[in-house]
């Protein structure tokens, strides 16, 4: 559960971070858990009074909305939420002299330790982007005589963080140079290549925090005498669970060196989500009646109590909506995709229904999944696998037995 709830926190984050304010009118309001409510109302009272202060009645206007606005939002907590809130509020129009007031309140996944009140340009986010930080870090390292790449695993993503062209010429010796001559000259060439390689990878991985391990790859032998060699930090050295041949190298390589690490990386998450997905698909190509997927249909067999694991897109956004005719008046409810909405016209007169309620699914579902002691498991859209998940409908289910 917490794991959907962060990767929604991100993508708040996200959004929040591409928000500026043309004045500084954006406050935020951090409060921490067990903190009073009722200090914090106080404290946002006298904000009140010290924004008459403001010269440009603009921007006093929108401040003063925006702090009037927090407080009629904390009236709807009885007391501090379990891990603290988090608000937001402020004019986000990109127009001079158009308000458009927004407010956003976060009941974060983990505690909130920071107490801070701020009235500026852009929203404070740096002690939510902690909660969310990825703490499952790998280094990745895929190498032969003519190139490396140097990569990061982070949680499910893998990227490229260098990539290094070597200057190592072939095994064949050129013009009058005798074949041991050349074989001394060229080692040396790679000698320098495998300590620049060493000593990139050694400042790149220090500067990532929580790194649990490294793993190296290769088509060939060099990956064994880059590592025999200790051409890495002595610290960063300690953290290597591996070499593993590859057939490539560059991007391509980090891939396929990931693909071929599961046991050396049986912790990660990226590696569980593999396995879960691979079961999924296989059942679903045997059509043995144990995979079902879409909303309707996975919430179904889930209600059912037929569901022994969730699947869930980090993509996916399903909601629960009121929609009203303002032509006709004709009124109903749908569970869509968010992208649908637009889609959405009236029967009766078929002009475009305006959205009246909306409640996002997630908390049903994962509340439904808790009451039959359904697992759930976030997938990322970050692999080929995850990103199939995705056009499935964002859901899906392993089942526990043949639905009739």
């Known amino acids: 559960m917490v794991d959907l709830k962060q990767q929604r926190l991100k993508a708040l984050i996200s959004e929040l971070e591409a928000i500026r304010g043309r004045h500084t009118e954006l406050i935020t309001v951090y409060v921490p858990a067990g903190f009073s409510l009722n200090r914090v109302s106080g404290q946002i009272r006298n904000e009140q009074s010290t924004a008459q202060n403001i010269k440009s009645k603009a921007v006093k206007k929108n401040v003063m909305a925006a702090l009037e606005k927090i407080l009629q939002h904390l009236k709807l907590y009885k007391k501090t939420p379990e891990h603290g809130l988090v608000i937001f509020c402020g004019n986000v129009s990109e127009k001079e002299g158009v308000s458009d007031l927004e407010i956003w309140a976060v009941e974060p996944p983990e505690p909130v330790k920071v107490r801070l009140y701020r009235c500026d340009q852009a929203f404070v986010l740096d002690p939510l982007k902690e909660i969310v930080r990825e703490r499952e870090v790998y280094g990745l390292i895929v190498i032969d005589k003519s190139d490396a790449e140097i990569g990061v695993l982070k949680g499910k993503k893998v990227s490229s963080l260098k990539h290094l062209d070597s200057l190592v010429p072939g095994k064949t010796a050129k013009g009058g140079w005798s ?40 088509p060939g032998a060099v990956k064994d005498e880059f590592l025999k060699g200790e051409f890495l930090d002595y610290e960063i050295q300690k953290k290597v669970l591996g070499t593993l041949d590859t057939s490539y190298t560059g991007m391509p390589g980090l891939e396929e060196l990931l693909n071929r690490a599961e046991e050396l990386l049986a912790e990660a998450s990226i590696t569980r989500e593999k396995k879960l997905l691979a079961r999924f698909f296989e059942q679903l190509k045997k059509d043995s009646g144990l995979a079902v997927y879409g909303f309707h249909e996975t919430m179904e067999a889930l209600k059912k109590g037929a569901v022994e694991m969730i699947l869930i897109s980090e993509a996916f956004d399903w909601i629960k909506v009121g929609l009203e005719c303002p032509s006709c008046k004709f009124t109903t409810g749908k569970t869509i995709r968010r992208d649908q909405l637009e889609e959405q016209k009236c029967p009766e007169c ?20 808790e009451q039959m002691g359904t697992d759930t498991e976030v997938i990322s859209i970050d692999t080929r696998e995850g990103e199939q998940l995705k056009e499935l409908g964002g859901i899906a289910g392993i089942l526990r037995y043949k639905l009739e």
């Open 350 to 369: 078929d002009a475009r229904l305006e959205l009246t309620e909306e409640k996002d699914m997630t908390e049903d579902i994962l509340k439904t999944s």
């Open 179 to 218: 074949q041991a001559r050349y074989a001394r000259v060229r080692e040396g060439i790679l000698h320098d290549f495998l300590k620049k390689v060493g000593e990139i990878a050694s400042k790149e991985f220090k500067e990532l925090r929580d790194l649990k391990g490294v793993v190296l790859g290769g």
